[in-house]
């Protein structure tokens, strides 16, 4: 079996039931690769952080096959990625669909959006707590807990 990253059909939309499971990964893997060869290596790094890639065909005046494409980031990387990054991105991006007859109209990105649990309230409204730490905690100074090396235990052993 080949260790080759497969490719979408690019006679197809690249958002075709067919395609749609392939481009996220060879959008972002050949445009990663493509950008690092070309010396742009902080796109590299930008375009390896994107999680995944909604690709939707956008415009097809004229004959154009023009798409939106949207990089789903992790929260907390999300404001790196501005106008500049972004520009650059797309114009990598660019590079690895010119000759296949699709273009891009717009790139864009936005958080990826956190699954959510039943207690989701709690977690917002506690979210600015106290935070965990490795850090013991007084023992009520009770005279039935015993004490060695000024260390007291809840029990005996």
Known sequence: MSDELPSPDMSLALDAPQN??????????????????????????????????????????????????????????????????LEGIAEVVREVLWGSGKSVDELVARPSIPRLGPDWRRQVKTADGPKPSNQGRRQQLEPSHPVEDQLRFANEW
């Open 20 to 85: 749609a499971p392939l481009v996220s990964e060879w959008l972002l893997g050949t445009s990663a690769v493509l950008a690092y060869h070309l010396g742009k290596s902080d796109t590299a790094r930008m375009i390896a952080d994107v999680s995944s890639v909604e690709v939707r065909l956008w415009n097809t005046e004229y004959d154009h096959e023009g798409y939106r494409i949207v990089l789903v980031v992790e929260p907390s990387l999300y404001p790196t990625y501005d106008e500049r990054a």
